[in-house]
């Protein structure tokens, strides 16, 4: 099976750099290539400020420097396997490699060399965050103004963590783009008997849920962003639009893809089972003239009966490309980051962790 491969994003090439050595592992990669500079700055500064800084603050913290040091990987993921597995796996239902090709090459490129259309507003609410939550951390994150090295120090990797975790909200739209692209492909087809049961399209419900998935990770930094926003009037504005946004993309992110190949995959089976039928009135007629011809009649019957069970295949054709242990899954996506929301809100009471 061909490997539908380009270029790398500039976070793949870093990780499976030579420098400034080769780790094969691409989430041990992760872990020491970018998220060393923040671990040893978070250790130092837990050190020095450990006492100024609140239980609840420590533990969004904590899931914070836990995705920066697992986002990168998770963006390698995307850009070196769910994506390319995408393409490698719908040629079950568009049969042409040039076709798929074509489409493999220009959405991969698509994902790695135009990720900056959305990081530069996403970077600007981050940064907004931060600026106005300076009363929030003084109170509880310790860290102490603008006068405050630390304040700095971590508002440099607040904007690279926003830059890398940009690249997530663009790869929502990238793949909504690309299964929009081969939902419109002519050769687009669907296989009755195909082993998902779905006619194939399986292959993008995976690739939807996938995207899904590993986007929904930036929930670790939903406890963060409602710590700032509680020590801070000023910054919740911010926040609030950030989680929005968030919770927004992770329905489009699933929602978008399934319906737009549903609507085209209805389109397909009602083509086919309207020709099925015409087939079948028509030989249902050819029957009747020869009725008394037992041989053409046979060969009648045996036309109707394979009409009508390639009929009952397609119209059992499951056209939502996923399961219910799927659907699950996105549910709880979604519901996670609104847990967070809900329990800052004080809808729901978690006192044992302090919120």
């Keep these: 099976m061909k490997q539908y491969h380009s270029s790398k994003i500039w976070i793949s090439q870093i990780l499976e750099s030579r420098f400034p050595f080769r780790i ?49 990987f998770l963006i390698w993921h995307y850009d070196q396997r769910l994506q390319p597995d995408f393409f490698n796996k719908v040629s079950a239902i568009v049969p042409e490699p040039e076709r798929l090709n074509a489409l493999a090459t220009k959405y991969g490129s698509l994902f790695r060399k135009k990720f900056w259309i959305l990081a530069a507003p996403w970077t600007l609410i981050i940064t907004g965050v931060w600026a106005t939550s300076i009363s929030g951390l003084a109170l509880e994150g310790g860290i102490f103004g603008l006068s405050d090295v630390f304040y700095w120090v971590w508002f440099v990797i607040i904007v690279i963590t926003a830059i890398v975790s940009s690249i997530g909200f663009w790869g929502v739209l990238v793949t909504m783009l690309a299964i929009r692209a081969v939902s419109r492909e002519k050769s687009l087809c669907l296989d009755p008997l195909h082993p998902d049961k779905m006619g194939g399209l399986s292959t993008v419900g995976s690739y939807a849920i996938g995207t899904t998935l590993l986007f929904s990770s930036g929930s670790l930094y939903l406890p963060l962003g409602f710590q700032l926003a509680s020590g801070s009037e000023r910054a919740t504005s911010f926040i609030y639009l950030a989680a929005l946004l968030f919770s927004a993309f992770i329905l489009l992110s699933f929602l978008g893809p399934t319906l737009i190949i549903h609507q085209r995959a209805k389109s397909i089976r009602n083509a086919v089972l309207g020709k099925l039928r015409e087939q079948y009135t028509e030989q249902s ?53 609104l847990i967070f929301l809900l329990i800052k809100q004080g809808y729901i009471s978690l006192g044992f962790l302090g919120f």
């Design 24 to 72: 094969q592992n691409p989430v041990l990669a992760s872990i020491v290539k970018i998220g060393t500079v923040p671990n040893l700055t978070f250790i130092i500064f837990c050190a020095i400020r450990y006492e100024y800084i609140t239980t609840t603050f420590l533990i969004a913290y904590i899931l914070g420097i836990i995705w920066l040091n697992l986002g990168p």
């Design 285 to 337: 007629h050819t029957l009747d003239i020869n009725d008394e011809n037992y041989t053409a009649a046979t060969i009648c019957y045996l036309k109707l009966s394979r009409l009508r069970s390639e009929y009952l295949d397609y119209q059992n054709v499951k056209l939502y490309p996923f399961e219910v242990g799927i659907l699950v899954k996105l549910i709880t996506s979604v519901v996670f980051p």
